[in-house]
């Protein structure tokens, strides 16, 4: 079946910098979903990506979906505290949800 | 609001003593899944119930049982659990159309000694 992978699994910050992680897969996906899990949480939904190319912005967010849509970005710009988490990926097919590994980010104050 | 509510958020079992967690739904969503999630891992899912049409993962092991007796609540009951069963097990919900969000609840992180 279908699995996305996402790469670096661990990201560590400096506070101000911007980072992006990946995720890819071997097949043409039908969407994209970004989830963030902080620690001790569950995960929550951010976005959905269904379109060849699209790119969607949240405040200092942008989420892209590639043009043959088999990968997808996440990059945030000036990192803050806030935004320790693990980031998944996945991807919706007949109603059930694949994550991807995640990326773990921790922020340096 | 409404939201998707999992109890209890804490659970401790015994080895091999069955043990139940429950989630009910305020969303009134068609599916509801059970998830579960190791350290430091993916969540994995276990099962999801559209309606009440149940579709058990492949792996998922027979040890594992789901009930669904209304649209809002489901129940994950794990017959004799191991030590390996030990994990945070999350309960999610999506409407009927295929593709969409789905909304976590809170997990029970279960402890087995």
């Known amino acids: 079946g279908q699995q996305v992978m996402q790469i670096p699994q661990y990201q560590h910050v400096q506070e101000g910098e911007d980072f992006t992680t990946y995720c890819n897969s071997s097949?043409?996906?039908?969407?994209i979903q970004w989830y963030k899990q902080r620690p001790g949480g569950h995960p929550v939904f951010l976005i959905q990506l269904v379109k060849s190319g699209e790119v969607k912005k949240q405040k200092r967010l942008t989420f892209q979906f590639g043009e043959a849509k088999k990968n997808s970005s996440l990059h945030i710009t000036a990192t803050q505290t806030t935004d320790v988490g693990t980031y998944f990926c996945a991807y919706s097919n007949d109603y059930k949800l694949s994550f991807g590994a995640g990326t773990t980010v921790t922020v340096r104050a | 609001d409404a939201m998707v509510i999992q109890n209890p958020r804490y659970q401790v079992t015994q080895f091999g003593k069955p043990v139940t967690l429950s989630c009910s739904q305020t969303?009134?969503?068609?599916?509801m899944y059970w998830y579960q999630q190791k350290s430091s891992q993916a969540p994995k899912l276990l099962f999801h119930?559209?309606?009440?049409?149940?579709?058990n993962e492949a792996d998922t092991p027979d040890n594992f049982q789901s009930r669904r007796p209304n649209t809002s609540f489901c129940f994950l009951d794990i017959r004799s659990p191991g030590l390996g069963d030990a994990a945070m097990y999350l309960c999610a919900t999506s409407t009927r159309t295929s593709g969409r969000e789905k909304y976590f609840g809170p997990g029970t992180r279960l402890t087995v000694t």
């Open positions: 119930y559209y309606d009440k049409d149940f579709n």
């Open positions: 097949t043409t996906l039908s969407n």
């Open positions: 969303l009134n969503h068609n599916v």
